[in-house]
């Protein structure tokens, strides 16, 4: 009660708390203060009296006096703090003391009552906090010894009669025994607790020290690492708010990063930032530094959590990709580039043997020699071929051509009897069945135009694959499952190995005589503008099945056009 009481007081007069305060000087303090209060308060009938009673109460001023003196000298010389603690040499002189204050009141009040005994605890446990073991020690045996010494005193009589020590003494000393002995445990108890727990202060001092110095070197380490980052990183509160910059980040940016900024001002990504359900959000963007350069930034927009996994902020890393774009650019150049120059080489070499026996007939036909039946053959060829070099700039503009978006809501089960039907009536065919499982009655959205060219290239490739082979089999089937529709195309024929099937897709790439080597080319392309998924598979000898996936029709689509069909 004493202390807040003075704390509030002191803090009016501008004392800072001191925390904690030197806890004998303190004790003594008080506690000289409070019996003197208490002494002086209580009636003559109902306080302790006796022999000596004016040296006691002295005794209590000049304590009380010393320790008001080492409080004036703590708050002049520790820039007014109160209860500091001093030195060594005045801790040990406080704790002496505070051993003649409690032999004081133990002696005043009565050696023979063992209660009063429990005092020579504190000085025992306030030397626990500025004394190291041995001296810890010390201090027990000289609180275990003032006792012994105070109650033979006055057992014996060599001391004069105090209070109330000396009036009820143990004539037979059987007592005596058991005064000496509780107080001498009680103290050797308490000083072999306090020792214990200072060994383990001293213990958990020096690991505090070792984590402490673990810790700054892994902050060291870290602040290192993160300013020797050639990306920037930023670390934003739950705000949006700038915490943190490494020096890169303010390169890449070309302007400083003040603390506190709301990061919109740095980087166009929106107003509230985006966030995925504690996924990373990838960005790019394209700012302008203050030198007026423009730059291209990637990078990603991560949630910071804390040990708790609790989200307190974001993390924002990025990079600076401008030259890397202007690099993807130089080589998407390039690569484009030398895609025409493959296609042009694929091109002029499937136009250069038509055109080589168009040449040669053309010579021959000048000449006017040949027979008239030789003359019907060149025309032939020379039809024939043309009709070749035909085929072969109609699948070329078809390629280079834009597909259309998808027109019409189409039926699965009409597509694929039409297929059926341009498979009968082709004379390529030469009687060979095409297998068409029943397909399901649903629609699809596409282009019939390309939808049905794309169908008659499989089937042309298949057609081809199994030519020569002793039981021919090509199939057309449909499934559909859960809003998606898989077309398949499959056969037994020669099949494909992985150099064949890694280059499937390019154009004038293909193995069979017949044909322009556009069909897969069309095909994939077709696939991609529809946005469908196509895959391969082909071993050689076995056959070849192309699978495409697409999206079923949604039921308004459905229902109009069953309407129109009925």
């Known amino acids: 009660m004493l202390e807040p009481m003075l704390q509030r007081t002191l803090g009016r007069l501008g004392v800072r708390d001191a925390n904690p305060p ?35 109460l002295l005794a209590l001023g000049l304590l009380f006096i010393e320790a008001t003196w080492e409080v004036g000298l703590g708050l002049k010389a520790q820039d007014i703090l109160l209860f500091p603690t001093p030195r060594l040499p005045w801790i040990r002189w406080n704790l002496a003391l505070d051993l003649v204050l409690v032999a004081l009141i133990i002696a ?77 445990l009680q103290v050797f108890a308490t000083t072999l607790v306090v020792v214990l727990i200072r060994r383990n202060l001293e213990r958990l001092s020096t690991d505090l020290s070792v984590s402490e110095a673990a810790v700054d070197e892994l902050s060291a380490l870290h602040r290192r690492v993160v300013d020797s980052m050639s990306s920037g990183l930023i670390t934003l509160d739950p705000a949006g708010r700038v915490t943190s910059a490494n020096p890169a980040a303010e390169a890449i940016l070309g302007r400083s990063v003040p603390l506190g900024v709301p990061l919109q001002g740095l980087l166009p990504l929106g107003d509230p930032l985006p966030t995925q359900r504690g996924r990373e959000h990838r ?13 291209i930034l990637g990078g990603h927009l991560a949630s910071l959590r804390d040990g708790r996994g609790q989200e307190t902020g974001q993390l924002l890393l990025f990079q600076d990709l401008t030259e890397l774009k202007a690099l993807e650019e130089r080589t998407r150049i390039s690569e484009r580039l030398a895609a025409i120059g493959q296609l042009a080489a694929g091109l002029a070499h499937e136009l250069r043997n038509p055109l080589a026996s168009i040449s040669g007939c053309v010579q021959l036909l000048h000449q006017g020699q040949a027979p008239v039946d030789v003359q019907g053959r060149v025309l032939g060829i020379l039809e024939r071929e043309t009709h070749r070099v035909g085929a072969i700039v109609s699948d070329f503009l078809d390629f280079a051509r834009p597909e259309a978006l998808p027109s019409a809501t189409l039926y699965l089960p009409r597509v694929l009897e039409e297929a059926r039907a341009s498979w009968e009536m082709d004379l390529r065919t030469g009687g060979l069945p095409l297998t068409v499982q029943a397909p399901p009655k649903t629609f699809l959205r596409s282009d ?45 024929g020669c099949g494909m190995g992985p150099d064949q099937l890694d280059r499937l897709f390019v154009p004038f790439a293909g193995s069979f005589e017949e044909g322009s080597g556009l069909g897969m080319s069309l095909v994939y392309k077709f696939t991609e503008a529809m946005g469908w998924r196509i895959e391969v598979q082909s071993r050689l000898g076995e056959g070849t099945r192309v699978q495409i996936f697409l999206p079923e029709a949604g039921s308004e689509d459905a229902l109009a056009a069953h309407g129109d069909q009925a």
Not at 24 to 51: I, K, Q
Not at 283 to 295: G, K, L, S, Y
Not at 465 to 480: D, H, T, W, Y
């Open 448 to 492: 019939a135009v390309g939808l049905h060219r794309m169908l008659m290239n499989l089937l042309s490739n298949a057609r081809k694959a199994v030519k020569g082979i002793p039981a021919p089999r090509v199939s057309l089937s449909a499934v559909q499952s859960e809003g998606q529709i898989q077309l398949t195309v499959e056969d037994n």
């Open 22 to 56: 030197f806890l004998p000087l303190a004790f003594r303090l008080f506690t000289s203060f409070g019996l003197l209060v208490l002494h002086l308060a209580l009636p003559a009938e109902g306080r302790v009296a006796g022999p000596g009673e004016s040296a006691y």
């Open 108 to 184: 005043f009040q009565g050696v023979m009552q063992e209660r009063f005994s429990t005092l020579y605890i504190f000085p025992v446990l306030a030397s626990a906090f500025y004394l190291g073991t041995v001296e810890i020690v010390w201090v027990g045996i000289a609180c275990s010894a003032s006792h012994i010494l105070l109650v033979l005193g006055f057992s014996s009589g060599l001391l004069p009669a105090f209070g109330l020590s000396g009036e009820t003494l143990d004539p037979d000393g059987t007592r005596l025994p058991y005064l000496l002995g509780i107080a001498s």
């Open 283 to 295: 960005f790019e963007v394209t700012v302008q530094t203050q030198d007026a350069r423009r730059r």
